[in-house]
């Protein structure tokens, strides 16, 4: 199954889950179907079973009592029973649009567009899409499906008792048509509120997590930060909670006051329907059935119709969500795997001709006339204050942004006319805030290169990076699990945490590395050595350092300074200490840091 981009109907509602398991969907229709009809089998039962009864009382006979009486007894067991089974299928059907359904939400999650996961409106979007999807389409199914037995139950009853009383009849479909257009107006509302809310879950969430997760627990201990982000979270999940409630109260009081004047009518409609049994028109049995069948069906009116509309627009907004969704730009190839035909010798030239480029949304160019090229086998180094946009040139050069001006040629040819799967080949990077994965060693490692890593080129990689004694610590070895999360898992120091990410980037066989700050949380002596050994590892290589930190910028063959969107000053660490400019400046002012 697929998402695919167009509008979605109430029908998608009723396709998916036949699309998904036919058999399921067909019985629990089927179910409510049949449940449907025994309202008004029940008046004709408990007709049937008064009359005789009464009769038998002059007349004797009693064993006549028995047919009407198996009738209401099968009524009964029918509606315990099928309960419990119709669970069963609601249990069953919902796991499987979660694995048909939620999985093709995932997928086209991961193919969007970078940008929309950028955004802040689209990620809110795709964070409703994808709350719970498999029980908004069973729950949109099942709603369907009880607006149809609703109709049916309505319908039937209704001809019991047309087929009696016509006017009684007509009567009560002239209440019910006020109340259905209230139970709709508030499941819009609703709704409205519900996606306000969420806003708020998702932060106070977010807190959740940083209070109570295991990831932060030393940060917690020395900062103390968790009476004041208590406070903050209970801020979040109150304004969410009062949301809900203000919504859910004001609907309560909507559907109950016109749920008081149904039940009237239905009063009077009972006291009317005396007046045809006075007449002997209808019999004792007849006007105990339909008197019972009019409350029931009041109820009903009152409650379940309001809900069933209630949810019905609910629902039609998730369509709403659901069709934005899918329209939603997916970046091409952006599930490819990396092309394997690069080998680490591909890569001459990469160049930056007059680039500008401003994020989606934003109106400032980060990147304004930024000209540079870079040759094989060769060190560079890019370095500016933070913000200057270095790792927006990554960003770009790894295309995940491609609506830039100007252009980027790789091997003189264009990065436009690259397919996903190529570029993804060319460049491994080890970013700022890399990845944690808690897996084992060798899965982290193996990340690197799905297309094959042996477990020989895994231990080379390993020595490369000196991360052998932490593998000689770690009791199960290459598999031993890695973090908190897992049980029997190891965490690892925050440097090392950093040697296997870019154990992950030295597995692949991509011919040029990127090491954007991954080293941040060092001091700056220390992240000069990480440096120097990346640099040492990927000799021959294409290399680009990012740092604010000049001690490993002064490690390249070039330096490139970012500022004002634009290459400053280009040269190597003595041309540009002789030069006395913007980068000389930044050295002599952190010069210190090295002492
Ligand atoms: P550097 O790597 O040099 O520290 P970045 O390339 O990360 O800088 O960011 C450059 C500028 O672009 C910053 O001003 C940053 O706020 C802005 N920026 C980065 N990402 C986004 C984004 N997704 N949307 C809008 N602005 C962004």
């Known amino acids: ?108 999650r991961s193919r969007l567009e970078y940008r929309h996961i950028e955004n802040n409106d689209t990620w809110e979007l795709i964070s409703r899409v994808s709350n719970n999807p498999e029980g908004r389409i069973s729950g949109g199914y099942e709603i369907l499906l009880e607006l149809l037995s609703i109709i049916l139950m309505v319908g039937g009853i209704l001809i019991v008792l047309a087929a009696q009383v016509w006017w009684a009849a007509l009567a009560i479909i002239a209440f019910s048509v006020p109340l259905f257009f209230v139970a709709v107006k508030s499941g819009k509302t609703n709704y409205e509120a519900f996606k306000n809310a969420t806003k708020y879950q998702r932060k106070a969430g977010y807190l959740e997590w940083v209070l109570s997760g295991r990831e ?10 968790t009476r004041s982000l208590s406070e903050r979270w209970y801020k979040e999940y109150e304004t969410a909670r009062k949301i809900t409630t203000r919504t859910q109260a004001l609907n309560f009081i909507k559907m109950k006051s016109s749920s008081i004047i149904t039940i009237m009518v239905a009063v009077l409609i009972a006291g009317v329907l005396l007046i ?172 690197g290169n799905i297309n094959g890593v042996d477990d020989e080129r895994i231990a080379e990689v390993i020595e490369e990076i000196d991360l052998s004694e932490t593998l000689a610590r770690l009791d199960k070895g290459l598999d031993t699990p890695l973090g908190k999360i897992l049980e029997g898992g190891t965490d690892l120091s925050g440097g090392e945490w950093q040697r296997v990410a870019i154990a992950r980037t030295l597995a692949g066989n991509a011919p040029l590395h990127i090491l954007d700050e991954p080293t941040a949380a060092l001091d700056p002596v220390a992240e000069s050595k990480v440096y120097e050994l990346f640099g040492r590892i990927s000799k021959g290589r294409m290399t680009i350092f990012i740092t604010h930190r000049l001690g490993a910028a002064k490690l390249a063959d070039e330096i490139l300074v970012l500022k004002d969107g634009k290459i400053a000053e280009l040269g190597s660490h003595d041309d540009l200490m002789a030069l006395g400019g913007t980068y000389a400046e930044m050295f002599e002012a952190q010069r210190s840091w090295y002492a």
Not at 335 to 358: C, M, W
């Open 276 to 447: 045809p049994l006075g007449n002997r028109l209808i019999t004792v049995g007849m006007f105990m059935g339909l008197v019972n069948a009019c409350f029931n069906l009041v109820q009903m009116m009152s409650w379940q119709l309001s809900y069933v509309m209630h949810q019905l627009a609910n629902n039609n907004e998730y369509l709403k969500d659901l069709s934005a969704f899918s329209m939603l730009e997916e970046a091409e190839g952006a599930n490819d795997l990396p092309d394997a035909d690069i080998g680490r010798h591909s890569l001459e030239s990469i160049e930056f001709k007059d680039v500008r480029f401003k994020y989606p949304g934003t109106e400032r160019y980060v990147l304004d006339g930024c000209s540079f090229r870079l040759d094989r086998d060769k060190h560079y180094a890019f370095v500016g204050i933070n913000g200057a946009g270095k790792t927006t040139i990554t960003k770009l050069l790894t295309g995940l942004y491609q609506d830039f001006e100007g252009d980027i040629l790789i091997n003189g040819r264009s990065i436009r006319e690259y397919s996903q799967s190529r570029l993804k080949a060319l460049f491994s990077v080890v970013y700022q805030d890399f990845a944690k994965y808690c897996i084992t060693l060798r899965d982290n490692i193996f990340l």
């Open 216 to 225: 932060n627990v030393e940060e917690r201990a020395l900062f103390g930060y």
């Open 1 to 108: 199954m697929t998402i695919a981009p167009r509008k979605y109907s109430a029908l998608d509602y009723i396709r998916i889950p036949f699309r998904t398991h036919p058999v399921l969907s067909g019985m629990k229709a089927l179910i409510i179907i049949v449940s449907a009809l025994v309202p008004s089998v029940k008046i004709i039962g408990t007709a049937s079973f008064v009359d005789t009864a009464l009769d038998i009382f002059k007349n004797g006979g009693y064993s006549r009592i028995y047919a009407p009486l198996l009738l209401l007894a099968l009524i009964s067991a029918y509606t315990y029973c099928i309960g419990i089974f119709l669970n069963l299928i609601n249990t069953r059907l919902t796991l499987r649009l979660g694995e048909e359904f939620r999985t093709a939400v995932t997928e086209k």
